[in-house]
């Protein structure tokens, strides 16, 4: 039996939490190797073979190692293609092209705006760093922006790429979860119906819950 794929970091970390996700989905074994970052650990030689930017989280499946969360979720899916979810990566060119649009609209228009809030509203208060609140306020207004284009989408689709849940949507798991469980944001997504709906809904599924209850054991 081949030895379960290994994915170093914490799950606290969005990234990290991406890649869980996504092997949940797959129904592939995984071990889940801490990373001590307030120790610098993800600093350490050792670690910078396979992950050379010193971030989390990294990747290792036999004798291949990969990093960055969106590259790694992509190589599971293809790896992985028969196992568990078959609809999140799809072998269809038509809906894999949708489910890639929507991917990079969370990496290059969601993800900036969401990820910069919850930096300032979830883990800078961790960090006793001082929250910047021209930043706070920037990105709100940039977060909602994307939100009425996501809104609008919705209302003639289920989920993001199409009738299925996909990577587009999980992609989206990790940032609005702290917005909406601890950046008290929740309102930005429930204001909006179809958002609303699609959130209640990708929120809900088995695999995300798990790594909820992954990251408050940690």
Partial sequence: MAAPVKVYGPPLSTAVSRVL???LEKDVEFQLV?????????KNPDYLKIQP??????????SITIFESRAICRYICEKYADRGNKNLYSMNPLVKASIEQWLEAEG??????????VFQLAFAPRMNIKQDEAQIKLND??????????DQRLESSRFLA?????????????????LVSVGNRGEAFSSRKNVDRWWNEISSRDSWKKVVEMQKSK
Avoid: I, R, W
């Fill in 21 to 23: 996700a996504c092997l």
């Fill in 108 to 117: 290059q228009s969601y993800n900036p705006p969401s990820s910069t809030l």
């Fill in 34 to 42: 801490p990373v001590n970052m307030a120790k610098g650990e993800h």
């Fill in 141 to 150: 207004q940039k977060l909602l922006k994307v939100l009425d284009v996501y």
């Fill in 53 to 62: 930017f010193g971030q989390v989280p990294a990747f290792q499946d036999e």
């Fill in 162 to 178: 199409g009738d299925e849940f996909t990577l587009a949507d999980l992609s989206h798991l990790p940032n609005t979860h702290y």
